[in-house]
């Protein structure tokens, strides 16, 4: 999704300039668009530019929808991003090729502007819920088992994309001296209280931040780590 705008990204793949100008006026006030004239041109673009949704026409010269809509389904970065093929009334009928090269949808010509912006609105939305219910499982594997906060993984793997994407951030890392001692001293079930009472303080203070711009995990090893 786009940041600047927080508007999703539509690329428009069609060999008919009118057709692509038509479709960015449609979806001018919601998302934000991207044209390429060619299925070649689209595959270019799908792998320097992060796209949510193709609007992808089917008959075009050189590659035409069916070649390109499988050679996004065939690439690891790409195989997620949901395509509505634009088509002819008289190609309606061929659906099912469509559907069996891994598209979600069909828009027919001419084009119907509620239509069209109630079916990409439609598969931009299933996308964001599908990712997010992917997120919260791989949490879930990842998670602390005494806090429920993520994990090793998920700490690392945000620290790593703050870092590759640049993003200025502050990292916090607190750690509770001579833990293995009171471990030792008083049982690991009083250790636990420990940590969840630590994990406690720890959220109630980041939710003085906006949870978009603010992270806090548990590492398995018992220690705490803060990413603001």
């Given amino acids: 999704m786009n940041m600047e705008n927080m508007k999703p990204v539509i690329l428009i793949v069609d060999d008919v300039p009118d057709n692509i100008r038509m479709l960015i006026e449609i979806l001018k006030e919601d998302f934000a668009t991207i044209p390429a004239t060619s299925g070649e041109t689209a595959l270019e673009k799908l792998a320097n530019t992060d796209i949510d ?7 075009m010269p050189g590659m035409d929808g069916y070649e390109t809509c499988q050679a996004i389904r065939s690439n690891p970065k790409t195989v997620d991003i949901p395509v ?3 088509t002819a009334l008289s190609e309606v009928m061929d659906n099912a090729r469509g559907f069996d090269a891994g598209a979600v949808d069909y828009i027919s010509k001419p084009f119907n502007p509620a239509t069209v912006r109630a079916r990409i609105k439609n598969q931009v939305k299933l996308r964001q819920v599908m990712a997010e219910n992917e997120k919260l499982y791989k949490l879930a594997l990842d998670s ?7 994990g090793n993984n998920t700490i690392r793997n945000t620290i790593d994309t703050f870092l590759k994407d640049n993003i200025e951030a502050v990292v916090v890392y607190a750690d509770l001296d001579n833990f ?8 690991f079930a009083h250790g636990d209280e420990v940590l969840l009472f630590a994990s406690t ?3 109630n203070v980041m939710g003085k931040f906006p ?3 603010s992270f806090l995990g548990l590492p398995i090893t018992h220690n705490i780590s803060l990413d603001i």
């Fill in 180 to 187: 293995k001692a009171f471990n030792d001293q008083y049982g």
């Fill in 201 to 203: 303080v720890l959220k």
């Fill in 144 to 150: 602390n088992p005494i806090s429920g906060l993520p």
């Fill in 84 to 86: 509505i093929f634009i």
């Fill in 53 to 59: 949704l193709v609007l992808l026409d089917i008959l």
């Fill in 211 to 213: 949870e978009e711009c």
